[in-house]
């Protein structure tokens, strides 16, 4: 069968459907392609239309020129036979369905899809869907999503799952909301033909992946996927959201994309001892991936916690032990180099509160001082340094990061962005994560990620 790769890095593109009419899903696929720069061969294909966006409309698949590396068939559930049918016909190896109402509303959907799947695996052809919102490819200047994308900055992180939301909601979020990168999303529909196993063993190969988040509702080849997701997950870090956790849970997954769920028991168990990262939900699935891909994994479980603010200190000791972490006080060599910006009466421990310390020396001295002589302790694996965004802790935040990192390139570092003002707070947030410094809102959030990181670092 043939590789996945035509639905990322495609030559040419056929967009069967395509519309004129803005808001029509055959109108957004075309307008998105045209939007991320996609610099291949783009064929609408629409026997209404005699041009869409400026591009020459050719009324069948049998007008365009050659053979599409990938189709994407924008048209009503009816007409999908036909499609597969067309498509076989004119060789095409890579079709992407965006339709639903196939095993996603039960047995009546189910029979039509079994029908389609069979029609193109007789014909060679690898599928995508049906009832998939589509693929991004940063590095390949193309979006084929049937809502509207804005271009995205590139990036190791790599999502796939059998959700929507990745290539719509997901995607605009995380351009507009985080600063870390994208490099490929695939929304896998139904599954029908291509599944999470064959995309983490497409994404294992990809060099420019350096994590992998994968969204699943339930697995048909229970087996093949654990063998495959510990093999992944020997290369580079998955992180996996398994929903179906409750009785009602499974029932809606029943009625998205018509997939089992299976016991959350083995699910649990088989994510752990593959060596995989189980994550909760989205909001971790991404405060994981951006520590993953822009920090080294931590040498042990060992945490320098730096704060503002006495709460800071509070709630990372009461977080840290449950994300199997330890905050282990500071050699007697640091706790001298951390006074020499504290005063006298301020006990220098860790966590470390730095109030004190702003006030006497300034918050660059305060911040830099201790920060460094805590990620230098032998004992240290990782620092997390907690700021408020009011005008007494104002400084060079970049710099001070950059500093630690060249001070200590191989421990991580996390910055935590609590309270304070809301323009200040997104500005460094920008300027950090432009930097490749994860920001968190909370300690909790922050130590998280610092937790997975060490999961996978002691597999």
Not at 27 to 51: D, I
């Amino acid at each position: 069968m043939p590789g996945l790769d035509e639905f990322f890095h495609p030559a040419s593109v056929a967009v069967i459907g395509a519309s004129r009419t803005p808001g029509k899903a055959g109108n957004t696929v075309v307008s998105n392609m045209l939007e991320f720069g996609f610099e291949g061969r783009l064929y609408p294909v629409n026997p209404g239309a005699g041009e869409i966006l400026g591009l020459r409309c050719y009324r069948s698949l049998l007008e365009v020129p050659g053979t599409p590396d990938l189709v994407i068939g924008v048209l009503p559930r009816e007409k999908t036979r036909d499609l597969v049918a067309e498509c076989a016909r004119e060789g095409v190896r890579h079709l992407i369905i965006p339709t639903a109402g196939f095993s996603d509303v039960g047995e009546a959907g189910r029979g039509l899809e079994d029908e389609v799947v069979s029609l193109a695996r007789t014909a060679g052809i690898r599928l995508m869907g049906p009832n998939s919102i589509g693929t991004v490819c940063t590095s390949g200047n193309m979006a084929t999503s049937i809502v509207t994308l804005e271009r995205m900055r590139e990036g190791g992180i790599s999502l796939f799952g059998q959700t929507g939301m990745f290539s719509s909601g997901i995607a605009r979020w995380i351009d507009t909301s985080e600063h870390f990168g994208i490099s490929k999303i695939a929304c896998l529909g139904n599954k029908a033909d291509v599944d999470e196993n064959d995309l983490l063993e497409y994404l294992d190969a990809d060099v420019e992946t350096r994590v992998i988040g994968a969204y699943t509702e339930g697995v048909r080849h229970g087996a093949r996927f654990a063998r495959v997701l510990r093999d992944v997950a020997a290369h580079k870090p998955v992180l996996v959201l398994k929903s179906g956790r409750t009785e009602t849970g499974r029932r809606a997954i029943a009625s998205h994309t018509g997939a089992l769920s299976g016991s959350e028991g083995i699910y649990a168990g088989l994510i752990e001892q593959a060596g995989a990262i189980r994550v909760g939900d989205f909001e971790e699935m991404f405060d994981c991936a951006k520590a993953l891909q822009w920090q080294p994994l931590p040498g042990g479980n060992r945490v320098g916690v730096v704060s503002i603010t006495g709460v800071g200190c509070v709630l990372a000791a009461d977080s840290a032990g449950g994300f199997g972490l330890v905050l282990p006080p500071p050699a007697a060599g640091t706790v001298a180099r951390m006074r020499e910006s504290m005063p006298a009466w301020a006990p220098a421990a860790n966590p470390a509160d730095i109030w004190a310390a702003i006030e006497a020396f300034g918050p660059r001295s305060a911040y830099t001082t201790v920060s460094l002589a805590l990620l230098g302790d032998e004992g240290v694996d990782s620092l997390m340094v907690i700021f408020t965004l009011i005008p007494e802790s104002d400084l060079d935040v970049v710099g001070l990061f950059s500093r630690l990192k060249e001070d200590r390139p191989g421990k991580p570092l996390a910055a935590v962005l609590m309270a304070g003002d809301a323009g200040m707070c997104r500005e460094w947030k920008r300027s950090l994560e432009t930097s490749g410094f994860p920001t968190y809102p909370s300690p909790e959030r922050a130590l998280r990620a610092i937790g997975a990181m060490w999961r996978y670092a002691s597999r």
